[in-house]
């Protein structure tokens, strides 16, 4: 599984949340003590929100730790917002157009986990991505896919009901092909406002998330980063968590059966 | 639009035919004369026949006159049969999984020319690819969806009537579209036994193709490379040639209306 | 030959200069019209001055017409000062180590021209380099050997002097290797304060240097790019341009014979 | 540390040995159990021999285990000799440069270990190197430096004592800098009739290496490989073993203080 990073609050420089803690992204890259798959090498990606109503992003298909644009970027780069990924490939080969986080229009959106057999139900879920959207899909894997189907389900007015709607769809999918094992969905998406982060799977082993209260903000990853004594809570499983503008709030997250 | 070469024959090192002659497709992809964009820098790849009974494949994001893989694998690897391609890219971004040829099972393919209005009929064309097939589509654009579209109209059983039938089929879709600008079909397949080029358009405009006569064999190729003197013969607008084991024949491509 | 630019003057966005005027740098990329070499499609880079005192720099292998990471960040950027060149390759391999701008510190530096028989005189020319400075050499041409060099000759202190100074033993070396080719030096070097832009060459054919008040600052640039009306004057060869604050002056460049 | 393997022998298709194999080299850069660095994702290589004189060489900057055209190729060549790399960088970037092995005329070098300090007496080593050989290095890394001058040293003539004279000089020059690490040189040469696999360190650490005898050759590799019961031996410390043509002698290896 990949490993992620999200951040909301006063503008910081990437670096200093990504490079410089103990166990950093960078540094997860090479062995994430709590991913299944030990190295997460198979790209990496940057998307931040800056003086453009669009985010910038940045993606590239060598390991974040020997990625030496990631690192001048994240040096350079201040932003009040922005999501960071490192790739363990599940679904899609190794290339940019796989990377996280994906973009559109104002919204970015990353995901760690995966579509239990996506590749018999590929072309049905890609059937619920709207036409416009499909001409611009880039990667083949299941996280655009999801992303897209979203925005073709209400993702601009609605994202949390949009985002469960489209998995309720794939679990149903998964369903009616007798696909055994299970849909997971740890995934953080942003619209330069704020960030929703969603912990969720079909069975109880959603992907880690935790949260924590910053000096100047508020950051979302997989695993706690930084010293030891720092206070990283879990995002509960079934549940979405929003942050922005210094507010935090959870609820529930629910898939329809 | 790409260039391509392919040959058929004696055994040859790669580079005998890729890189040597004047104008050769490598030094094609820096000013390729009767295509309509000057430079073949959208990467490229090579495919080629060995000991086993698939292919060999090499692709590339590099220009091809850059690509010192390329170089040392044209200069190292002998083959009685290979494809090569340098592309302008048109319809899917710069990526491995763009380039050709692409390989299927003892099939390799490559293309020169686009479906007009690809976009908008892509999921169109990607609906007569195979579930097993579409599983392993790897890129975006329009070439890699004819072949797979192609493996699933009988390619293996009868190439020319499959490619017919598949391309029958977009133009049907782009008609119910009102897509006015033109399918552009010149391409050659191969499976180790023989060459199949086709030229063909909806218009009166199907991308160049060439054959010669070598010593050791018949080379097939966008526009003509070598000496000023060889001779080169086009290949009719509307046909298909076929060649291997020393023999070549000509027939009438028909695509049904 | 190589192609580039450099502002300075307001923040503005990179892809305001670098990608939406016609002939854009990116443009030029496919098809520069006073270069020798049609296409600079060996890689590309921009360097640019933000919040941090060291500049920013991103520098990739593909052609940047296809970079879709080069768009993004010159369409997220915004700088008082930046640099950006896309390359065609005469010494040095095509790599991110070989792309230009080169960074040491706060400075910045691209070049297009070369050292005549640089391979000849290589080692010499990189026995200027200081010992610290020859560890993070990273590329294997000859600009980044001269900006090292120009380091060593004391280019944080006095920069023109610095690089007159290196061409000057660069010419030594090169009459007493009989090398009868031309040494030819257009440069940028930017610190974040100001731009030095020189044109010289050891015979009469420096590569062409051209500048141009905009309504936000200063543009200096391999070619004149915009529309057919703007006003892009020659920087005289043998001679130094600074840009900075507003402030425009020119002086005669020499190197020692 | 780097990982690497080595064969010489009846021809086997490179995939038998890298790929298929359980603790295979493709693996092992996932996780290589004696390696002191669990990840070799900075890049990988193979050279083979085969109907020219001088041997093909594929290298690349991703990881080994997303490599497609490393896969195609190992599955397709057939080579009676080869060698393979798994990159972990200790000095020079990640790039195709710095990859191994490093090609001379016939000859190909790939190296695990480093020599201590590299940076402060990287000049001095790189003096080491004949000059027509110097215009053609390519990296800036230490293994490739030290080919370079066992090149000058007499490496075609006579290799072990070319390679014994080469670290002889790099170990005068770590004590005249006062460099208290170490010089460790675990190496395989290969010219196409023979491998050359040397051992050694100016400490007692030298990485491992073990060779088996297969049922169509021998090979040589930094780790076991293979069946649990597989019988590998090491090479002890401080020797090199010589294999080809169907024999395998050892002999001590002697660096002169």
């Known amino acids: 599984m990949c490993r992620f990073l999200a951040y909301t609050g006063e503008p910081v420089f990437l670096d200093t949340l990504l490079i410089e803690p103990a166990s950093s992204l960078v540094s997860q ?54 999501l960071a990924h490192v790739r363990s490939a599940t679904s899609g080969e190794v290339s940019m157009a796989n990377c996280h986080p994906f973009a559109a229009g104002r919204h970015l959106f990353m995901h760690n986990g995966q579509i239990g057999g996506y590749d018999r139900i590929r072309r049905s879920v890609e059937a619920m991505i709207p036409d416009d959207l499909y001409a611009r899909r880039r990667g083949n894997g299941d996280s655009e896919a999801i992303f897209l189907a979203a925005l ?34 740890t995934a953080i998406l942003a619209d330069g406002d704020s960030l929703i982060a969603i912990r969720w799977a079909s069975d109880d082993h959603p992907p880690s998330l935790y949260w924590r209260q910053l000096d100047t903000g508020i950051a979302i990853a997989s695993e706690p980063f930084g010293d030891p004594g720092d206070a990283w809570h879990p995002v509960p499983p079934g549940s979405v968590m929003t942050a922005g503008r210094g507010e935090v709030s959870f609820n529930d997250f629910v898939v329809a059966a």
């Open 152 to 185: 073709g389900h209400g993702l601009d007015a609605d994202p949390v009901t949009a985002l469960a709607r489209t998995l309720a769809v794939c679990t149903r999918m998964m369903h009616a092909n007798a696909i055994a094992s299970a849909l997971r969905f």
């Open 29 to 82: 890259s090479l062995a994430a003590r709590e991913a299944k798959t030990l190295v997460n090498g198979d790209g990496c990606g940057v998307g931040w929100y800056g003086a453009r109503a669009e985010p910038g992003v940045y993606r590239g298909t060598l390991p974040a730790w020997s990625d030496a644009n990631l690192a001048s970027l994240c040096h350079q780069v201040e932003a009040p917002m922005f």
